[in-house]
């Protein structure tokens, strides 16, 4: 792997780990579920930059896209259980 | 105390890091070369895409177990809630009512392609379930939601076809003299289809079953 490809590997490695940081460190629930989906997201790239595109779609449908969705409801759920009792 | 338990962790994630690369670089079955293997016996897997070959024919047990858990997963969040009931037509924005009737054909279209593909390239009923999941959901959002009526009586019949023709196929190879889930050459490629198919059904209403998830959880506390 020479010069050129090396640059957007490396820059797709440091988004993926950023992102990963502020999923976890983010204290506001709602901001670290869209770290977490865009993660997914990078990560399938990552997969399809490896060859393995079967990873890759598997990674963007049930890890980023569904995982996402059910999260999402999880922070509406618990919401609206801060709301109830304050 | 935090940071000594914070050390301790990295010491320990450390130590995982390294089992891991020293995993990786070793191979995968010792003396065999597991993808010349694959690409050998590929013309007898009824699919000539080595993923879904090893996936649905040479592993189908794994996959079948695949189901299984997600069965499981499923009985595990009905034991702690009931399905909600639909809410009607909810009082949606116009733009997310316009955009699923824009989107769940093509959602669905796509969801299909990806289980036909799966015979010659990436794609296959994991993938497709989930993007037919992703059609569901997005129903729900959208305040179309009139199908949980019927989902409400079919759940369990829908959830374990995937499963249930899954274990059939099996026992059909068992008693047809073959060995478990040794699916014959001949027809290899039309059963890998229908157990996809069913399987992809199955995922699919397991998903969206997953996400209504605990909808009456907040109810029973006290």
């Not at chain 2, 969040?77 to 009512?97: F, I, K, Q, T, Y």
Request: contains cysteine; neutral net charge; glycine residues 10%.
């Amino acid at each position: 792997m020479t010069g050129l490809p090396l640059a957007p590997d490396l820059l797709l490695g440091v988004a993926l780990l950023f992102t990963a940081w502020r999923a976890l460190y983010t204290r506001a629930l709602f901001p670290a579920v869209v770290f977490f989906v865009a993660f997914g997201m990078l990560l399938a790239l990552a997969w399809m930059r490896l060859e393995a595109p079967d990873v890759a779609l598997a990674e963007a449908a049930i890890g980023a896209g569904l995982t996402g969705a059910l999260l999402m409801a999880a922070v509406a759920r618990l919401r609206g259980r801060d709301e109830d009792r304050p | 105390m935090k940071r000594l338990a914070s050390a301790a962790l990295a010491v320990m994630l450390a130590g995982l890091a390294v089992v891991l690369a020293w995993t990786v670089t070793r191979p995968v079955a010792p003396g065999r070369d597991v993808p010349a293997l694959i690409a050998g016996s590929l013309d007898a897997s009824g699919v000539s895409h080595p993923v879904t070959a090893v996936l649905l024919n040479f592993r189908g047990y794994d996959t079948l177990l695949e189901l299984v858990v997600l069965l499981i997963a499923l009985a595990g969040v009905r034991c702690l809630a009931p399905l909600p009931p639909p809410r009607g037509s909810a009082p949606v924005g116009g733009v997310l009512r316009e955009l699923a009737s824009l989107l769940l054909p093509v959602l669905v279209l796509v969801a299909v392609y990806l289980l036909w593909a799966g015979a010659t390239r990436p794609g296959g009923a994991f993938q497709g379930g989930a993007l037919l999941a992703a059609a569901g959901i997005l129903a729900l959002l959208a305040g179309r939601d009139r199908f949980l009526w019927r989902l409400e009586h079919l759940l369990w019949p829908l959830a374990g076809l995937g499963v249930a023709v899954f274990l059939a196929v099996a026992a059909g190879t068992l008693s047809a003299g073959g060995v478990l889930l040794g699916l014959p050459p001949a027809h290899a490629g039309t059963l890998i289809l229908v157990i996809e198919g069913f399987a992809l059904l199955s995922i699919a209403v397991t998903l969206v079953a997953l996400f209504l998830g605990t909808g009456e959880l907040e109810d029973r506390e006290p």
